[in-house]
């Protein structure tokens, strides 16, 4: 049931990145992503969680998660925009994340993009039934920050299934060799949150976006995954 929610947040990923472009509105790609979970009959996972208006989470630049869609956001050429989304089929979660170029944008906005999904591919390359958790956490780190990038630290990684988060945090920074050791069946959100500057974050007064302090770039980059005969698949793509 994973694997089927999982694939409808891949496929509406898939056509996010033909429908996001100069002009459109954060309020459009949330309408966007909410018409294709409901037709796919699921329910959108974030509308209502913890009185979150939207189906999706749209982060703007600056924005690094839980940006909330709307029509006077106008997405302009250069901009780079996170998108956030979780579906729930028979009462089992998925919960991934995507940056999207808005446009042509700049080469080292390109670099962060790509190396935030790279930063997730150096993590669950240790997702293995046996490893720690912490080798994964560390992994991430490591990588993101051989770019000089910053590793986000207030927003985490978390198990999923039943809930849209479960336990255990899963952070994105930490040390090899700690922490509870991967087993099959576990199933994860790993997702790492990268900025071009510091780690440092803020929660603005609508008490959702949260932005880099010093105003850096943001990349995320999610999926959900199952440890699954000792390896990790990945549900969300
Ligand atoms: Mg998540």
């Known amino acids: 049931m994973m694997r089927t929610a999982g694939k409808v947040t891949g496929d509406v990923f898939k056509s996010l990145a033909e429908f996001i472009k100069p002009g459109i ?15 796919a009959q699921m329910i959108p996972a974030f509308k209502g969680y913890g009185g979150f208006p939207g189906s999706a989470c749209v982060s703007v630049n600056e924005e690094v998660v839980h940006g909330i869609p709307s029509k006077d956001r106008i997405l302009k050429e250069g901009d780079i ?11 089992y979660y998925s919960d991934a994340a995507r940056t999207f170029a808005v446009g042509n944008i700049s080469k080292e906005a390109r670099e962060l993009i790509d190396r935030t ?4 591919y150096a993590g669950i390359a240790l997702a293995r039934a046996g490893a720690r958790l912490g080798d994964i956490s560390h992994a991430i780190q490591e990588k993101a920050e ?20 479960e336990e255990p945090p899963i ?46 770039l943001a990349a995320h ?10 390896e990790p698949e990945l549900l969300t793509l």
Do not use: C
Not at 26 to 38: K, L, N, R
């Open 81 to 91: 925009v996170s998108v956030d989304i979780g579906t729930i089929y028979k009462g």
């Open 221 to 230: 980059y999610e999926n959900t995954l199952v440890i699954r005969d000792g």
């Open 146 to 165: 051989s770019y000089g990038y910053g590793v986000i630290r207030d927003f985490v990684g978390h198990g999923i299934g039943r809930n849209l988060h």
């Open 171 to 216: 952070p994105n920074y930490g040390k090899a060799g700690k922490g509870p050791r991967l087993q099959e069946g576990m199933v994860f959100a790993i997702e790492p949150m990268i900025s071009m500057g510091s780690f440092e974050t803020e929660t603005l007064l609508n008490d959702w976006t949260v932005v880099t302090v010093d105003g850096s």
């Open 25 to 39: 509105s954060t309020m459009d790609i949330d309408q966007h992503v909410e018409s294709m979970i409901v037709k």
């Open 117 to 120: 999904e790279e930063s997730f």
